[in-house]
């Protein structure tokens, strides 16, 4: 790797720990793994408030199925 390319993936981990601190502030609950998908898909041209839309009602229907379950 060119010292380049260590710059250009120093500078991009440093992005991503600054963004990771601001979900963390804002309570996003989303780790790293998660975010740097979510980043890179907006980065591919997703439209982010679609992105949000679609997690929020991932999330919404993990909750109804999780509330659904029945204790074994």
Request: proline fraction near 3%; hydrophobic fraction near 40%; glycine fraction near 2%.
């Amino acid at each position: 790797m060119s010292s380049r390319d260590l710059e250009r993936a120093s500078s991009a981990q440093q992005t991503l720990d600054v963004l990771y601190d601001i979900s963390q502030l804002l309570n996003t609950q989303l780790d790293r793994e998660t975010l740097a998908t979510c980043v890179s898909m907006i980065e591919a041209g997703v439209n982010p408030e679609a992105l949000a839309t679609v997690i929020k009602e991932l999330r919404r229907e993990n909750a109804s199925l999780n509330a659904n379950r029945s204790p074994d």
